[in-house]
């Protein structure tokens, strides 16, 4: 059981926009920033969105992130193939003193 | 540009020590404010935060594996460790080295835990 919540799966045709929810509370996404990572089959993690929705050099701005109160999203417009992928939203927690993930989103391009 | 690489056994015996290595290089450990942190992901799995260390040496653990688990720092070597004591097969995943706010990453490296 993840302490953040996030729906297991997500669909949408080239160039549709999609988005992916990711639910906390007060001590994880309400205090602290929302962190979104891309994982294609068989590697690590890449960062994708930091500090809520801030995009790394690199990354399209196709990836969108936003937060209001103790939810999170990440929006994807544009659906190209190469975007099917497992997505996971991170925060610290100040209850916990820990880093706290998502379950993860598998990501299906139709 | 940091580039972290994970380096360690790839099989574990139960009950045994999993000590795997973190090289850091384009950077040194040391300078800067960051953390240098752990993450685990079995197969099929999400990902689980396992512990960080700062340079100045203050660490975090996940609570959950805190009474097993040690991160160290060895900034002669650029490098920093992870122990994790008296594994069982559920700690059989990928171990990712990484550095807060988690933007690089080591390619990971697959530890097994199987007699």
Do not use: H, M
């Amino acid at each position: 059981q993840s302490v953040l919540t996030q729906p297991p799966s997500a669909s949408g045709t080239p160039g549709q926009r999609v988005t992916i929810s990711c639910s906390g509370s007060n001590s994880n996404i309400g205090r602290n920033y929302v962190y979104w990572y891309q994982q294609l089959p068989g590697t690590a993690p890449k960062l994708l969105i930091y500090s809520d929705n801030k995009r790394p050099s690199g990354v399209p701005d196709r990836f969108s992130g936003s937060k209001s109160g103790t939810s999170a999203s990440l929006a994807i417009s544009g659906l190209r193939s190469e975007d099917e992928a497992d997505y996971y939203c991170a925060a610290w927690d100040d209850s916990l003193s820990a880093w706290v993930f998502g379950g993860g989103t598998k990501l299906t391009v139709l | 540009q940091v580039q972290l690489q994970e380096s360690g056994p790839g099989l574990v015996r139960p009950s045994q020590t999993l000590s795997l290595t973190c090289t850091v290089s384009g950077g040194s450990i040391s300078s800067g404010s960051y953390f240098w942190t752990w993450i685990r992901q079995p197969a099929g799995k999400g990902l689980e935060w396992i512990g960080r260390i700062y340079t100045s040496g203050s660490t975090n653990y996940n609570p959950s594996l805190k009474s097993r688990v040690a991160v160290s720092l060895d900034t002669s070597k650029n490098q920093f460790s992870l122990r994790l004591t008296s594994v069982t097969a559920a700690d059989t995943a990928v171990y990712y080295c990484t550095r807060e706010p988690l933007d690089v990453w080591g390619q990971g490296t697959t530890v097994t835990v199987s007699s």
